[in-house]
């Protein structure tokens, strides 16, 4: 199996949980039911630096609630959400963008990321996964979701595919 | 004293309090004293379980302010909130649903759930439960309010009761 | 010099800083400039038993936003705000009350409270002051300030007062 | 190369950095966008320090929320945003005030803050910081950003002015 610095210069698309992955995996609710989630400024960085190498990102989320697209579109990230099924929406979108599952990867942190970590070429985990998602990942940060995990996930990749840091 | 694995083949009702145990005991307050509160996305993936397993859920809470009620429609399960008497309003609902209190759990933090966590079957507490709740819980959860208890709990259960994790 | 429980018996009045104290002194704040506070739900409970027990409960903070107000009011504690000078806020309100100086304990955090501090019966700290202010305190709680403090210093009032736990 | 404690009797202008500084970096955001952040209300304390003793506070941010005008205004500072070039930003805004580069701190956290470190006299960094930034920094404070970072660095300066505490 190999390691995320050997994949690295294979990944053509980065793929995301939202929830437990760029947040903290709590949620603000109002009295109204209004939500609102939490996340990194630092996040914004490692992004920028995957698109100036080339590389796709998407984030994949079961929730329905707009929080994600607002969070994405600040981010100018594709997303898909309200997703039963990760596996087909993840396939969807690399079919369109003619990328394959091999070249993906998909960092995660919750037993509904299991099926579409399976599928990917490679699975990785936030620092504060579950335990069944950390059994099954090649690579495990060693930041939480919401406190800077995708941006050390990028910068990893960055640094594998350029040699230098961010 | 039955353990909670021992306890879990009888359990029909799922009872829990809200603030502490959904949430992190905090409040947001914003200048016009509306409330907002931060609960856990681990949670709905727990209560999905036990309502597959046909265990009846409810949140049983003194507090008036209606984000009890935001949170527990987007969760999908029963509450019952604005409760003087916890007991009262626990047994009521049992009633129409047909289930004693011995066949009900009741997971809670402070110490106005002390009266109903010595009338229910199954007692416990979160993991930063006040020491007066901690001692007459029968279990103790390893996640504190809002990070995670209500998932822990559903998944002890669910494990308890399949023997297969989440 | 005396300690809280030695002094508990004579305390009439229970003054409080309100951020740092009733908050963990952060501010949340919006594109508008609206601004909200994190508070602790276990806060409540405490101050129902020093009402229960006479005691009178009041605020007195030099921040002028509304978020004070909003908080004080679903408590049901009175309070002073926008306090230039603590010292004459807290005066006229312990006047109008019959109550004097050395009646009342002041639990604060942060150096704009060293004024009030030096004057009242019994000087106060929450577990995360200032250094300059756990100088000067005479009790310092073991909980940090919007995570507990006022239910715990309450607590501590009530079981020197009553010998009973909540 | 001077220690903070050297440098204080020849700082002019005190420039930070917003998120991260200011904050702790994590960024709230609603269902529509709107977005909130977690700031410090001890910072104002410090920052009304550094005022008292003529020294010229700036905040230079690459974000363009609004959220950071919001919180400046309310501290009272000067703040230039939604710089790309925070270098040419921070160099415009001290030659309208007559103070150069050399009489100029910055407080930062990230990598985008690299260039400007790299100009004012004096760099330095919250506790929290990207490697890269507390690799250039010549005082890094104990405070994590959005904990009291701004305060820390404003009390570290008057006390090596005045040789005394807030």
Chains 1, 2, 3, 4 share one sequence.
């Not at 992004?47 to 100018?76: D, M």
């Not at 099924?85 to 979108?93: I, Q, R, T």
């Amino acid at each position: 199996m190999k390691t995320l610095e050997a994949f690295a210069p294979s990944l053509r698309c980065a793929a995301f949980d939202f929830d437990g992955v760029f947040t903290d995996n709590s949620v603000y609710v109002s009295e109204t039911g209004e939500e609102f989630v939490r996340c990194s400024r630092a996040d914004g960085i490692g992004l920028a630096v995957l698109r100036a190498l080339g590389i796709c990102c998407v984030v994949i989320s079961t929730e329905k609630n707009p929080v994600v697209a607002a969070r994405c579109r600040k981010l100018g990230i594709e997303f898909r959400q309200n997703c039963d099924d990760k596996v087909a929406a993840l396939s969807e979108f690399l079919a369109a963008e003619g990328i394959s599952m091999a070249e993906t990867s998909f960092l995660g942190n919750d037993v509904n990321d299991l099926a579409v970590l399976s599928r990917v070429g490679f699975p990785a985990a936030v620092q504060d996964a579950f335990p069944a998602v950390l059994q099954v990942a090649r690579w495990v940060g060693q930041c939480r979701g919401g406190h800077g995990a995708v941006r050390e996930f990028c910068e990893f990749i960055a640094i594998a595919r350029q040699g230098t840091k961010l």
